[in-house]
């Protein structure tokens, strides 16, 4: 929410979209014909129909990451997102399989620990038949070749592009987690400012992967992090960026937390996080419970960007104290084909203490608006 808090897309890469698509297809002459919904009250979740697409909320994304290792011992760490974004409200547009009124943007990004590379691709493409779509009944998103479906429980996610590679099946190990107030997640102060938010904090995943490079894809296990988000209207006008964690502790226990940055420097008081302990139960942490202190920055030679690169993390009431760090410094997706919007997201390690045990750290954190602006996100 990451936002997960999830990447949108801006203004300028809809239009150009849009306009793309009236090639084959005129478009609505009336964009929104009613207001898109938004998320300002806790709602009866029900799965696996929540899994799926929800098009009366203009903006929502899939989400997954997760670190991985082959038999050799070598560290991966892989990205594979899906986002749809509604371009014509809730107006009636003719049924035909080449309407438009949803368009649907992905990235993907493997990272490799043992050579110290980070290899991304995003992609862009209108709904139609064969090209993009998300079934509304259950978990079954693509754009292209790259998807993401669920059936009997376990996910499933194919990519591949340029030399990249993804077979992954991941099974949950803990029941889902619904964040903020019962899956409503506050993102600023005003009523709609927010998105409904959850999360399979563990998914015990196996597969294959191959980064530019490798001759042949190799067999890898470890652990993923899944988010579905989706909302209307999140960000406050003064909100620059957010920094969002999801880290995996030694003891089984799982951590999410995320700040909403101001233009003015604060941090917005709805930035809170969610912490699921072994047993699967979870309990809501607010901006009080959080200390995050700054270590390292890393800056980027293509974009100029500033980023943080080391953190100390510490939630008191839970007896956490943790420091993380990138597994790769160079973790920032330049997107031009899709959401037009610099990022950066990557793996990340660490070690703490936990409950007053030492515990190794692994996991993701996405960092935005420190390389320009987000141009109207959300």
């Known amino acids: 929410m990451k936002y997960r808090h999830r990447l949108s897309v801006t203004l300028v890469a809809v239009v150009a979209l849009a306009v793309f698509c009236s090639v084959c297809t005129p478009l609505p002459r009336v ?19 929540d899994h799926g697409s929800h098009g009366e909320y203009r903006t929502e994304w899939w989400y997954f990451t997760g670190n991985l290792t082959d038999n050799e011992g070598k560290r991966y760490g892989y990205q594979l997102t899906f986002f749809r974004y509604g371009l014509a409200g809730q107006a009636k547009i003719p049924a035909n399989p080449w309407s438009v009124r949803d368009i649907y943007l992905a990235h993907f990004a493997i990272t490799d620990a043992s050579n110290g590379t980070f290899h991304f691709r995003d992609r862009a493409s209108r709904k139609g038949p064969g090209l993009a779509g998300a079934g509304k009944d259950t978990m079954d998103v693509h754009v292209l070749n790259w998807s993401a479906v669920m059936k ?7 990519a ?13 190990a803990k029941p ?11 993102k600023g102060p005003e009523p709609g400012q927010a998105s409904y938010y959850y999360s399979f904090t563990d998914l015990r995943t196996r597969g294959t992967l191959r980064a530019p490079g490798m001759k042949k894809p190799v067999t890898v296990r470890g652990i993923s992090w899944f988010d579905q988000e989706f909302g209307s209207n999140q960000l406050s006008p003064g909100q620059e960026g957010w920094d969002w964690f999801a880290l995996h502790l030694g003891d089984g226990r799982d951590l999410m937390v995320y700040y909403l940055r101001k233009k003015d420097g604060t941090i917005e008081k709805e930035s809170s996080g969610t912490l699921a302990e072994p047993d699967g139960t979870s309990r809501h942490l607010t901006l009080s419970d959080m200390e995050t202190t700054v ?9 100029a960007g500033r980023y943080p690169a080391g953190w100390r993390i510490r939630i ?7 420091t993380v760090r990138p597994l790769v410094a160079d973790q920032e997706l330049v997107n031009t084909v899709s959401t037009g919007i610099t990022y950066w997201e990557g793996a990340v390690e660490g070690k703490g203490t936990s409950k007053g045990k030492e515990v190794a750290i692994e996991g993701y954190v996405e960092l935005t608006g420190y390389a320009g602006t987000l141009g109207g996100v959300f």
């Not at 270590?295 to 974009?303: I, V």
């Open 31 to 49: 964009i929104c014909a009613k207001e898109w919904e938004k998320a300002s009250a806790p709602r009866q979740w029900s799965f696996p129909r």
């Open 152 to 158: 009997n429980g376990k996910i499933d996610l194919k």
């Open 160 to 172: 591949a592009h340029d030399g990249m590679e993804l077979a992954l099946s991941l099974v949950p």
């Open 176 to 186: 889902l987690v619904l964040h903020g107030r019962q899956g409503l997640s506050g």
């Open 295 to 303: 270590l390292a920055h890393w800056k980027s030679t293509r974009t």
């Open 316 to 322: 008191p009431t839970a007896a956490i104290d943790v």
